[in-house]
T-cell receptor, first 112, second 114 residues
Framework: IAGITQAPTSQILAAGRRMTLRCTQD?????MYWYRQDLGLGLRLIHY???????GKGEVPDGYSVSRANTDDFPLTLASAVPSQTSVYFC???????????FGDGTRLSIL | DQQVKQNSPSLSVQEGRISILNCDYT??????FLWYKKYPAEGPTFLIS?????DKNEDGRFTVFLNKSAKHLSLHIVPSQPGDSAVYFC?????????????FGKGTKLSVKP
């Protein structure tokens, strides 16, 4: 079934550790996005990529980095995790920036 | 300051009746609006969208209304079904629908009672 795959589904991480959340889509979508969802705050955009080779900052980019080496993959890296990064992370993609986004099922990350 | 507001955290409706979910926005540059539905432990699913050049868009049981002068949009679900029970997010985009700048509301949890 075509869609977006996120890994891991959940993770407990010690503060200060490096962590990469993986996101792969098989729909050949040009645009990809990373959001975090926190209780009472809805979804907030971290980083996005309108096409392979380009990335942009969203609303809450600090502490996160992304890369877009190819069309299908869009990993999100926390270089040195902090407890405030405890959240549910959603990856999404769209055919292009003007089309609705399709979301993965999320990664639940706890930083202790 | 929150640019997209969903002031009702929850809504309970009887099966078969109409559900009305509301959303207000503050940024007059927003010109493309979307509704997403989210079930627990799943990602949001796109439901319906509307461009600022329209005031209504309909897709089956779902209709979105846009009142630009009031900076208000609403999602109507008629008739409501128990499977509609989920969290509904309103989202808005400036710059002609550039999805890279999608701003979400906090969501409204809809419960449809059998």
């Amino acid at each position: 079934i075509a869609g977006i795959t996120q890994a891991p589904t959940s993770q407990i991480l010690a503060a200060g550790r490096r962590m990469t959340l993986r996101c792969t889509q098989d729909m050949r979508h040009n645009a990809m996005y990373w959001y975090r969802q926190d209780l009472g705050l809805g979804l907030r955009l971290i980083h996005y990529s309108n096409t392979a080779g380009t990335t942009g900052k969203g609303e809450v980019p600090d502490g996160y980095s992304v890369s877009r080496a190819n069309t299908d993959d869009f990993p999100l890296t926390l270089a040195s995790a902090v407890p405030s990064q405890t959240s549910v992370y959603f990856c999404a993609s769209s055919a292009d920036w003007s089309q609705p986004q399709h979301f993965g099922d999320g990664t639940r990350l706890s930083i202790l | 300051d929150q640019q997209v507001k969903q002031n009702s955290p929850s809504l309970s409706v009887q099966e078969g009746r109409i559900s009305i979910l509301n959303c207000d926005y503050t940024n007059s540059m927003f010109d493309y609006f979307l509704w997403y539905k989210k079930y627990p432990a799943e990602g949001p699913t796109f439901l319906i969208s509307i461009s600022s050049i329209k005031d209504k868009n309909e897709d089956g049981r779902f209709t979105v209304f846009l009142n630009k002068s009031a900076k208000h949009l609403s999602l109507h679900i008629v008739p409501s079904q128990p499977g509609d029970s989920a969290v509904y997010f309103c989202a808005a985009s400036p710059y002609g629908g550039s999805q890279g700048n999608l701003i979400f509301g906090k969501g409204t949890k809809l419960s449809v009672k059998p």
